[in-house]
């Protein structure tokens, strides 16, 4: 684990662009600082839904794996999706309450928002501009001890491993679609996406509506969709036709493409 101060000040001056990770100048992954409480109870059933409207968190491919991130870290939803490796920072942890020699990854898919009414050293831990993991209990326990209640972390992000292809799942109403776009590999988030019926060869940009929700304006109710996505390491792909003519508000569909 990589933590002396010479190699912090390098994911400044120095970042590679390989699935948005921060690198040293001898490509090997920084290490950097935060810190991580838990919420959701012992099962996670309290981190279903969140910010990036996932829903359920286990039909969606990311089970109890999951941390809520701090204002700083999640980026108006952007970083919805992303994958980080956490660990617990052995130097500054109490060893009482520190599992040292592991690390688990998680999937961003809530917000742990601000608390200006606490310093953000007593309480608004996830206040600007701290970068904090509130992770699902199950997550955290890897890393740290129940008692602890908080404690210092390394994280690095990672590129994300997922089974199958990506899904979009479609809400909303006439005029007003909708798409959730989750189980993204590699860079793990979205930057930007487009949408194409089939009977136009134009293609008409999304715009994030909310954490991994992109919106359209127009009516595309019951015509043949096609989706392009641009991840956040600037990959694009064509999901053409992916949706069929005649699909109804709610219904979820799985692609064989994976970044």
């Known amino acids: ?132 993991f509130d992770m699902a209990q199950p997550a955290w326990e890897k890393i740290g001890v129940y008692k602890g209640g908080i404690i210092p972390v390394m994280y690095q992000r990672v590129p994300c491993v997922r089974k199958g292809g990506v899904r979009f799942k479609i809400a909303g109403h006439d005029y007003f679609n909708l798409v959730n776009v989750f189980n993204v590999a590699a860079a793990g988030s979205i930057k930007s996406m487009d949408v194409k019926t089939s009977n136009s060869d134009a293609w008409a940009p999304m715009g994030r509506n909310w954490g991994a929700n992109w919106q359209s304006l127009a009516n595309l109710t019951g015509k043949m969709l096609s989706f392009r996505l641009t991840n956040t390491d600037g990959q694009t792909l064509v999901f053409n036709n992916i949706v069929p003519a005649g699909w109804t508000f709610g219904q979820t569909f799985a692609s064989k493409l994976q970044f």
């Open 1 to 132: 684990m990589t933590s002396a101060p010479a190699r912090a000040i390098a994911v400044v001056a120095l970042v590679l662009t390989c699935c948005g990770l921060a690198m040293a100048a001898d490509n090997a992954p920084v290490w950097l600082r935060a810190h991580a409480t838990f919420y959701g109870g012992a099962d996670a059933s309290d981190t279903m839904g969140g910010a990036c409207g996932y829903g359920n968190l286990y039909s969606a491919g990311y089970g109890t794996r999951t941390a809520a991130l701090s204002q700083a870290l999640f980026n108006d939803g952007a970083a919805c999706g992303q994958c980080y490796k956490i660990a617990c920072d052995r130097k500054l942890a109490d060893p009482m309450f520190c599992k040292p020699g592991v690390s688990v990854t998680i999937t961003a898919t809530n917000l742990c928002p601000p608390n200006y009414a606490l310093p953000s050293d007593n309480g608004g831990w996830c206040n600007p501009p701290r970068p904090h």
